[in-house]
């Protein structure tokens, strides 16, 4: 039992080394927004409140966790500022590591109508981060009998640091449509650190290109029913991802089904192919949406992703109805 409890703790740690390095995904992106660009900072009638959590890898009893809560607010319902602010509040964890990052990210947007068709937005959000690893809970090979396998003396971790904080700065620009939008962000445009230690090696930046197509579709009978394809190509350092669905809505519900992976390419560490099936619901202003990802890579025997999303919108009341603004094109983004 000790020998299969070390290899599961070295095999996680194994994909950490790696992970760390590069940003945590999500699979629902369009549901986490701001995460994905500070341009979609406000990109609603009022005021938006939304949460997702993400359980990766779930063998062994010890998934990878990550946790993100946002609220954002349209400036331009209230103000006459032409844009939007926002903030998230972030946690990544994987569990056999002992290793958890926290972020708080505040942001700002600016929207130009272009013509009566096209509308711009830039974003810009500066970030705090904190990471913290309880260097006493690995285990290291000093401390594992080679014949028997048991753990053996008190963890070696030496002198690093079980801490680390720093500033960081991100930023995007949108492009959108009654019917379509294009957007580009980048991430860790300052040199941060990596390392707890005293190494140079920094985060590497990471860049994202999205864009999605609403096609409304007609139905005989009455009901308003549409189909979303969608991408996200994301690059950070030498590490590509692409993923491509679509979403359908008719009503209340939403399905969809997403493909994650640059086969062409092949290579290693977020090259991993993967698809996921999407479906959620709709009632009021409350939205709520379950996805599953199923492995393709040699990895399968992990049992998926599961994650989850809630989204509600709001408005104030001052006094009076506060109506959203007649000069602000919707983003058809599902």
Known sequence: MKINKITYLLFALLFVGELQANDPQFTQFYANPLYLNPAFA???????????????????????????????????????????????????????????????????SY?????????????????YHLKYSNAGSFIYGSQINQISGALTGPSDNGQVPSSLNFFDLSSGILLYHNNYWIGLSG??????????????????????????????????????????????????????????????????????????????????????????????????????????????SKMSYTYGSHELSLIYEFCFYYGKKQRPPMNVRQLPCP
């Open 111 to 127: 929207s130009v109508n272009l013509n009566k068709n096209y509308t711009l937005r830039f974003g810009l959000q500066p970030s």
């Open 187 to 296: 991430h860790h445009l300052l040199k941060v650190p990596l390392a707890f230690d005293n190494t140079k090696s920094a985060v590497p930046m990471k860049f994202s290109l999205h864009a999605g197509y609403k096609v409304f579709l007609n139905s005989s009978d009455g009901i308003e029913s549409s189909i979303s394809p969608a991408m996200n190509f994301r690059i950070q350092g030498s590490n590509m991802q692409f993923d491509a669905g679509f979403y359908y809505q008719r009503q209340i519900l939403m399905l969809g089904l997403w493909y994650r992976g640059l086969p062409v390419l092949g290579g290693q560490g977020f090259n991993t192919d993967m698809v996921a099936a999407l479906v959620g619901v709709k009632f009021n202003q409350f939205k709520i949406g379950y996805s599953y990802d199923l492995s393709l």
């Open 42 to 108: 406000g990109t609603i009638d009022c005021w938006r409140a939304g949460s997702n959590y993400r359980n990766q890898w779930t063998l062994g009893g010890q998934p990878y966790t990550t946790y993100n809560a946002y609220i954002d607010h349209n400036l331009a319902a209230t103000t006459r500022f032409k844009g939007g602010a926002g903030m998230y509040i972030f946690r990544d964890s994987p569990g056999a590591g002992n290793y958890t990052t926290y972020e708080i990210a505040p942001m700002v």
